[in-house]
Structures are given as C-alpha cells and as structure tokens.
C-alpha cells in the first residue's frame, strides 16, 4: 500500500467513526446539561480517548443510512412493542395460564458488532424477550422468551429477531449486508412456501386414503 492510499484509508476510517464521536460527544453535553468552550473540549478528549485507548472492539459504520428502511424498522418496533405488551398483560391476569419459559440459541446473519449490539438492544425492548448472553463469535443470541409452549413458539420468536436484524441491517449496514439478508429473506420465504405447499400434499393424501 502507498502512502497515499494508506492516508486514505486512514481519513476515510476516521470518517466513519466521526458519527461515533459527535455522538458521544453529545451525550457529554446531556450530563452536563450546558454547553460551553471547557465542556465541549473535554468531550471531544474523552470521546477520542474512549474510541482511541481504551480497548474496544472496532466499530465501522457503513457511512449508510436509508431513511425509508429506518422508517419501516421504527413502526415494526412499535407493533412488536404493543402486540407484546398485550400479550404479557394478558398473561399475568390469566389465572389458568402456567409459566414455560425457554433459553433459545438464535444464528444472526451477520458478524458486525455493531448490528448485533442494536439487535440485542432491540429485542430486549420488547416485553417478554431478555438478551442473557452473545456469543460473539459465532454471533448467537441467547434468549429467554416467555411463553414458549410450542416450537411454533420458538420459530415466531426467532423468526421476529430475524426480522429485527434484517431491518437494521437495511436501514444502516453496508450494501453487501443488505444484499445478504435479502437473500436470507427470500431463502425462508421460498422454504415456507415449499413446507406449506408439502403440508397440503399430505393433508389431500391423507383425505383420498381410502384406509
């Protein structure tokens, strides 16, 4: 690499975590409920040391932000929200109802940090849903879900922080990402398909078995 193109590189990294900068730079300026010369010098020193000594994984925004994605992924939330919350309000007044409660394993689709972290973040915000551990190397969520009776329980669950990760990705990751989960998406809508279709064949085999 020359060193132009290692200049480069480096300008256009330090593009990227400027959004990480500005915004922890703003979240000095909350605590301190005030802006002046002092404040925002000593923000900009702590965000430079928090991103540049102490240790943390890499962070690489993708520079990528579609607002219609963003949009999309906003309103899902609130209708995984408000679904779940009326759910498990329904549930603490049922006096039939038996807790079941379940630690599932759920493979994401991508291995960004950053994905992950607002994945988990995601789910734990609906009620019912708690983040226990990442593995970030494999990038697995565990989960404890409530209510969790049957698998159909678990797929819905694990389908719906699919869904999570799929419009973060669409809304802020990169275009390979993106293309990445489209193709995720297509590849389990097309296995429903084929397992809804299977279904059918066997329901008619079953009627027409003169047995």
Known sequence: MTRTEHETSRWRLVWRQLPLLIALVALWLFLWDHIDVLTI?????LAIAVTRVLYLPPILLSGRFNPWHGLVFGLRMMGWVTVASLQVGFLAVNPRWHP????IAIQLLTRSDLVTTLTAEATS???????VDIDRERGLLYLHVLGTRTAADIERNRLQVLGMEEGIVLAIGTREQAASVREARRARRAAGRSAAGSGRES?????????
């Open 41 to 45: 010098t000593t923000g900009v020193l």
């Open 203 to 211: 329901t008619r085999s079953s009627k027409g078995d003169p047995s």
């Open 125 to 131: 915000v609906v009620p019912g849903t708690v983040v």
């Open 100 to 103: 079941m409660n379940s630690i």
